[in-house]
């Protein structure tokens, strides 16, 4: 099932070029964008989004997510000139998939943003009192709400960045001229891992063919701190089994004489990680990161938000920074372990245990053949009887920090706010940018319009307006200076590409990897 609302292309033969209006300025474009986040406006319209109960981990939601995109979406976008899809997920009938285009010439170069609908279990009973998670409520700095941070907030802010562009350019926005393309996906299934996605990009390829890709999802460095990321880290989740026997037995009777499958378990886990959290298997250890992308770590500010755990500065790989271990490095951690019973512990040898561990890893590390290259790493420490199950594995991927577009990005940024961004070159955590890189080959910048204490996917989720208000100022200063200066923003693509479609490079190329 597709629905559309179609509008007119903008076609440079098709319209009347407004773009030589020179009372309009940078400056004041940036301002308005800001002071519209402000306004009564925008809150009812995030009020509006945030009352959409789109928890996509929950079944029965598909109503609600072709809503919240034929409702909400679909009608801002068709105002600016886009021709919207709303098409069906290849592997979920209840998380569909919006595509929505604004084409003002097919020679021109074109951007891809991106934004997800859907949000997290709301788990209503836990908020503070005077709390609702459907209901967009001000403290202050904060604003309240499920999906307000992450990430109904965010794709919220860019559209009205990119709203302010058009309109200060031309009466009508549908009829502005940015000089360049724009396209917009918005999906509904992010939070249960993007279900569908990667095969949705691959179907539909040609119309979601751009230059650069570029959005906003998770956050900043620091609230204080603008900041630009470039991947993300991979995730590859996986169990360590060892199932002796059915049923536990007598440890008085049996010890000694049965392998303790938990005893089995923990020599497995200090096999692949020790006491201080240093990988000790070869295989999951990544290359070393490239120059550039030490240089850009190294110039991450160290920042300690209110509240947070103290480092441990002991912990993990020596010789590294706290910072170098987060976005340049891979750790290995045990998420839980299983076997027995602990709240009523019984004198007797447990027949199964398990751990369940996650590595977490920058590009440069080889995952292939993970389960039998571990197995066999145990075998080699003398660990028998282990079953090694890999579960579920987000690749890792990473912008040259040295791209054109990065740096085109940071020059904006700080031009916009007078600030010098954090430029991560991937996110510590895990995002579906596998999609974007490797799927579609775009170069991927994202630009947080969150912070670390927002409380994402927990009770009292809330974005702070003055980010929100600063995030749709840097957004509109990099929609106005893709228009000025295409080829700084554009042209981090290999030589191989053919029209809007191809390849990243390698890190050594300058490019991406």
């Not at 590294?320 to 004198?347: H, I, K, M, S, W």
């Not at 590009?363 to 090694?388: K, M, P, Y």
């Amino acid at each position: 099932m597709v629905f559309r609302s179609d509008h007119a292309d903008v076609h440079s033969g098709e319209m009347t070029d407004h773009s030589t209006r020179t009372e309009v300025t940078r400056v004041e474009v940036t301002r308005t964008a800001g002071g519209r986040v402000r306004s009564r406006e925008f809150f009812d319209l995030l009020a509006s989004r945030v009352a959409r109960r789109t928890e996509s981990q929950a079944p029965g939601g598909g109503s609600a997510a072709r809503a919240y995109l034929a409702e909400e979406i679909v009608p801002e976008l068709a105002e600016l000139g886009f021709a919207s899809a709303i098409h069906d997920n290849p592997e979920s009938s209840e998380h569909p998939l919006l595509i929505a285009s604004r084409i003002e010439g097919e020679d021109l170069p074109t951007v891809l943003l991106y934004g997800h609908g859907d949000v997290q279990f709301a788990h209503d009973d836990q908020w503070d009192e005077g709390l609702d998670p459907w209901v967009l409520s001000q403290d202050g700095d904060r604003l309240y709400g499920r999906g307000s941070a992450d990430n109904k907030g965010q794709h919220t802010v860019n559209s009205l960045a990119l709203a302010t562009v058009l309109r200060a350019l031309a009466a009508d926005p549908a009829q502005a001229r940015l000089g360049y393309n724009v396209t917009v996906l918005i999906e509904t299934a992010e939070e249960a891992g993007s279900l569908g996605l990667s095969a949705f990009a691959a179907a539909h390829r040609d119309e979601l063919a751009a230059d650069l890709f570029l959005a906003s999802d998770g956050p900043r460095i620091a609230a204080e701190v603008p900041t630009l990321f470039l991947g993300s880290r991979g995730a590859l989740n996986f169990s360590l089994v060892c199932h002796e026997r059915d049923g536990d037995h007598h440890s008085g009777n049996w010890g000694g004489k049965l392998r303790n499958p938990a005893t089995v378990i923990a020599a497995a886990v200090n096999a692949l990680v020790d006491a201080h959290g240093v990988i000790r298997i070869p295989a999951l250890r990544p290359t070393d990161p490239p120059a550039s992308v030490r240089a850009a770590v190294a110039e991450l500010p160290d920042i300690v938000e209110d509240g947070a755990p103290a480092v441990d500065p002991e912990w993990g790989e020596p010789g590294l920074t706290p910072a170098e271990r987060v976005f340049a490095y891979n750790v290995l951690e045990v998420l839980a372990l299983d076997a027995g019973n602990p709240a009523q512990v019984n004198n007797a040898i447990p027949g199964r245990a398990a751990a369940h561990m996650q590595l977490r890893f920058v590009v440069g590390t080889d995952i292939t053949d993970f389960e039998a290259r571990v197995s066999a790493h145990l075998e080699e420490q003398g660990i028998t009887g282990v079953e090694v199950v890999a579960e579920h594995c987000v690749p890792a991927t990473r912008l040259d920090p040295e791209a054109a577009v990065v740096a085109a990005a940071a020059r904006s940024i700080t031009e916009t706010t007078g600030l010098k961004p954090a430029i991560e070159p991937n996110l510590g955590g895990t995002i579906p940018n596998d999609v974007f890189a490797e799927v579609l080959r775009l170069p991927t910048v994202w630009v947080p319009h969150s912070y670390p204490g927002c409380n994402q996917h927990a009770p009292n989720e809330h974005a702070l307006s003055s980010i929100l208000e600063q995030g749709a100022e840097i957004m509109a200063g990099m929609f106005w200076d893709m228009r000025e200066n295409p080829d700084e923003w554009f042209s981090s693509k290999t030589a191989e590409d053919d029209g809007r479609s191809g390849t990243r490079t390698t890190d050594e190329e300058g490019q991406g990897e």
